[in-house]
């Protein structure tokens, strides 16, 4: 279970460096800061990480609409939607039910074949090099408000 959570969260942090690319390019391109997006979306990766196993992976009112064939795992509609928003969101939560069966069956066989302490290893691992990177980010960010104050001011 940890390892599939560690690779949502891993999966769900690329994506949100993606998006803090796009948003620092855009925001070069109108001369403001860039670094309040790179914290954004690591805090919003940690948040989101933390705050992973409390959360319900299905809510009630698509457990309503949707359910799955116990035979071949895949989401059949039992009601229809009104809107087209809803239908996406719909196919959308259908398509996260597949593939968190799909996966889960891809690492129930690895947890059969791997040693029992793999994931205790691979936690603390993932933990000690995510705070690694917090402290070496903190750490230049210091250095860069110290040696700002004896940087000349111009203007360009």
Do not use: C, K
């Not at 039910?97 to 603390?124: D, F």
């Amino acid at each position: 279970m940890i390892i599939w959570w560690i690779a949502q969260i891993t999966l769900l942090g690329s994506l949100l460096a993606l998006a803090a690319f796009g948003a620092e390019a855009a925001l070069r391109i109108a001369r403001r800061q860039t670094r309040w997006v790179w914290i954004g979306a690591m805090v919003l990766t940690v948040a989101l990480a933390i705050s992973a196993p409390q959360r319900a992976r299905v809510s009630n009112a698509t457990a309503r609409i949707w359910s799955t064939n116990g035979a071949t795992g895949d989401a059949i509609v039992a009601v229809a939607p009104h809107n087209l928003l809803a239908s996406l969101n719909d196919a959308w939560n259908a398509a996260q039910i597949q593939l968190t069966q799909q996966m889960q069956r891809v690492w129930s066989a690895w947890h059969a074949v791997a040693p029992e302490q793999i994931e205790r290893w691979l936690m603390i691992g993932w933990g000690a090099l995510s705070i690694a990177l917090l402290v070496a980010f903190v750490s230049v960010q210091l250095r860069y408000r110290r040696q700002r104050v004896h940087w000349p001011n111009s203007v360009v």
